[in-house]
């Protein structure tokens, strides 16, 4: 049973969070919006979110492909991803397409990978509020028809390493399989992804909240610590510990406790995994 966090934290200032993979010492950084800016410049945090959901059911595919002894190095995919226009805030929608490579693929075979697709612990985790499309095309298959914009693009690399590439700020990260599920742990593993997704998309809204309240949360840390279940294999627990610096007064400390409830990532888990998230206040 995991006792110590996989990934650590910090915020940069001006909605720029860094993450950390410990056992890897791999590296993210994700950037919101600020009024005035003309593009993004990297990944949101909740983009992980829909990045993980595509990064682990290709992964879980590469493990079926072993299986049979087919090689899906080169497979590309797209993900699109918008929010609810209700309240709360949440993911509405997930749409991936992975494009398979050239060859022979037969109707069993692709039978398999749509089943290894939709057993992926990460589309067991998202709250039932989050609609997951997931759709693969073969060689000699009609393009299907998007209903979202491109928010990434990505290509299995072999050895059950995923790339991605943000669409609008060209910002690349990497996943790697973990060592408890055949991989080398090199890098983030897509449910690690989507674990620190809840802990930016928390600290995020706080930043907004910081610029609004005049504070300054730069140099706030957090340590996220996942546990997995079996059967299916799914995200069981996000643990999320943010650890502030500086002076806040009461009040703003209650209204930054608020705003981190509220973030979209909170929401779009629901249903899903336990959450515990605490706040280390200095004294």
């Not at 398999?112 to 298959?141: N, W, Y």
């Not at 992804?193 to 907004?208: Q, Y």
């Not at 997995?228 to 002076?247: C, L, N, Q």
Request: aromatic residues 6%.
């Amino acid at each position: 049973m995991t006792t110590s966090p996989q990934m650590t934290g910090i915020y940069l200032g001006d909605l720029r969070i860094e993450y950390t993979h410990l056992q890897s010492g791999d590296k993210i950084v994700t950037r919101s919006l600020l009024s005035g800016d003309e593009k993004p410049e990297a990944f949101m945090a909740s983009d992980l979110t829909a990045c993980s959901l595509a990064g682990c059911a290709l992964t879980i595919m590469a493990k079926q492909a072993d299986v049979l002894k087919r090689d899906i190095t080169g497979t590309t995919f797209t993900v699109g991803k918008d929010y609810a226009a209700e309240k709360p805030a949440h993911i509405r929608r997930i749409e991936v397409v992975f494009t398979f490579p050239e060859g022979e693929w037969s109707d069993k075979e692709k039978t398999q990978f749509e089943r290894a697709a939709m057993t992926c612990p990460v589309h067991k985790s998202l709250g039932p509020v989050v609609e997951q499309v997931i759709r693969l095309v073969f060689p000699g298959d009609a393009a299907p028809e998007l209903a979202l914009p491109v928010m990434a693009r990505g290509v299995y690399v072999g050895n059950l390493g995923v790339e991605y590439t943000h669409e609008a700020s060209g910002a690349r990260l990497v996943t790697d399989a973990p060592t408890d599920n055949g991989g080398r742990g090199a890098a983030f593993s897509p449910t690690d992804l989507c674990s620190s997704s809840l802990a930016g998309c928390g600290l995020t809204v706080m930043g907004r909240q910081a610029l609004v309240l005049g504070v300054d949360l730069a140099g706030t840390t957090f340590t996220v610590k996942k546990t997995m279940a079996a059967d299916p294999r799914r995200i069981a627990k996000i643990e999320v510990a943010y650890t502030f610096r500086g002076a806040y007064s009461e009040k703003e400390r209650a209204q930054l406790e608020r705003a981190c409830a509220s973030c979209p990532v909170h929401h779009s888990l629901e249903g899903g995994p336990d959450m515990d998230v605490t706040f280390n206040w200095p004294d």
